[in-house]
């Protein structure tokens, strides 16, 4: 599988951003995809899954009603809806497909090679 994010780029404080991650080779079927993300010095973090055929929604509780992941099954394409964004929010967020174990852990067998979010103030 290939993933491919797009959408990053500079936003204000409290603006909005959408992020798409299409991916190629195979369909998703069964599997879960995520969000991740990794900003400077720091660690990467879960932000969001979904399961792809049940769109089941899990988040990270700092993004909890302010981002929202969601799926186009038809065109394979998964995206994030972030709002109210912060600076510290600022890092290059990843998408990947196929977790080996629990999907909020690193554990992914696919990434993508990242797209860069940038919050000013």
């Known amino acids: 599988v290939q993933l491919v994010e797009s959408g990053g780029g500079l936003v204000q404080t409290g603006g909005s951003l959408r992020l798409s991650c299409a991916a190629s080779?195979?369909?998703?079927?069964?599997?879960?995809m995520a969000w991740f993300r990794q900003a400077p010095a720091k660690e990467r973090e879960f932000v969001a899954a979904?399961?792809?055929?049940?769109?089941?929604?899990h988040y990270a509780d700092s993004v909890k009603d302010r981002f929202t992941i969601s799926r186009d099954i038809a065109k394979n394409t998964l995206y994030l809806q972030m709002s109210s964004l912060k600076p510290e929010e600022s890092a290059v967020y990843y998408c990947?497909?196929?977790?080996?174990?629990?999907?909020?852990?690193?554990?992914?067998?696919?990434w993508g090679q990242g797209t860069q979010v940038t919050v000013f103030s």
């Open positions: 990947a497909a196929f977790p080996r174990d629990d999907f909020r852990r690193e554990g992914y067998r696919h």
């Open positions: 080779g195979r369909t998703i079927g069964a599997g879960f």
């Open positions: 979904i399961g792809w055929n049940g769109g089941s929604t």
